[in-house]
């Protein structure tokens, strides 16, 4: 587990090769920089379509990466990749339909700063951020071209025994003749997601290889807005709700649940001159392509894992909408 030289090899077969996901890596940790060699393929399923005919479609990655990382110091690092990737998009109901390829290069410089505390199910004291540039060179007609910057900052105040305010801004900017798209809503690992629109999360190759989300903004379905450039900040009172929850008719207790209360806000956008975060209705102040959101939750380890509860409410300004609830999985920002 602490060895100087790492491979890891990871499969998940289904029916045959062309269907299923492997891949093979391997780490040499024994010098100041961190190196490794990855190579994998993927295939992944997607309906797409109009409402009336929906077709389903096949999307096969070949692919390897160089990575690098080299250490300022204990919190600070600089992480590069250097990617090569083939993909495929096949329309497995209706085979007159041309196969679309396109082999894409893709670098990325990370500049990561972290030295943050962690508690039962986020950080508690700290600040962590990451500003990255990415992009694709066009190759030929049929290539995809774009520069991307991205960053994400977070700090954390520790305010007395478990109770935390956290912060984050995030954002990304990308140009070019076929710059990546951000869509925004919803929160990581949503269980009962729900979707804004009826063909996401993908149509083209370009959106299956870079669509990125900006998330979490409670209160909205996924892919509520999209755009070539988007920010999302969010504010958290972290609290404990129960240091143990025992039930008295069945043999289960829990320890450590703790609450969270939130405020929600972002915007995705394309064109500059179109953008408009606020409106006047009937003489009153609205938000317009700002999306605001509140709402609070609860945090727990349940069986081994982090489970998530929030309701959210949408808020313009004047009213706030019915409550959205949201199951999921992971550890908070």
């Not at 990871?10 to 090769?17: G, H």
């Not at 993927?42 to 409402?51: D, I, L, P, S």
């Not at 969010?234 to 289960?252: D, K, Q, S, V």
Request: net charge neutral; charged share 20%.
């Amino acid at each position: 587990m602490l060895g100087d030289h790492r491979i890891y090899i990871q499969t998940s077969l289904v029916i045959d090769l062309k269907n299923s996901d492997y891949a093979v890596a391997y780490y040499n940790l024994s010098k100041r920089i961190d190196f490794g060699l990855q190579l994998y393929h993927t295939a992944r399923f997607v309906t797409y379509g109009n409402g009336f005919i929906d077709f389903l479609y096949r999307y096969r990655t070949f692919g390897g990466n160089v990575t690098g990382s080299y250490p300022f110091s204990r919190f600070k690092r600089l992480d590069a990749t250097l990617g090569l990737e083939n993909i495929s998009r096949e329309n497995l109901d209706y085979a007159l339909e041309p196969i679309d390829r396109k082999t894409l290069l893709v670098p990325s410089v990370s500049f990561i700063h972290d030295n943050t505390l962690f508690g039962y199910t986020a950080p508690v004291a700290g600040t962590r951020y990451n500003l990255t540039v990415m992009g694709s060179p066009k190759f030929g007609e049929e290539g995809i071209g774009f520069t991307s910057v991205l960053t994400d900052f977070r700090k954390y105040f520790k305010l007395g025994d478990d109770y935390t305010f956290a912060t984050r801004l995030s954002g990304g900017a990308s140009f070019g003749p076929n710059p990546m798209q951000f869509f925004i809503g919803g929160t990581d690992n949503w269980i009962n997601y729900e979707y804004a629109n009826y063909n996401f999360p993908v149509s083209s190759i370009e959106d299956y290889a870079f669509l990125s989300p900006g998330l979490p903004l409670r209160g909205y379905d996924y892919d509520q807005q999209a755009g070539s450039k988007y920010f999302i900040t969010n504010f958290e009172l972290r609290f404990p709700l129960f240091r143990y929850l025992i039930f008295g008719a069945l043999p289960l207790g829990f320890a450590n649940i703790e609450g969270v209360t939130f405020i929600d806000a972002g915007t995705a956008w394309t064109d500059n001159n179109s953008l408009r975060l606020f409106q006047e209705v009937n003489g009153s102040t609205q938000t317009d392509n700002l999306l605001l959101g509140t709402g609070l939750g609860a945090r727990a380890n349940l069986f081994g894992f982090p489970f998530k509860f929030d309701v959210a409410w949408r808020y313009n300004l004047n009213k706030f909408s019915s409550p959205k609830y949201y199951f999921s999985l992971g550890y908070d920002f």
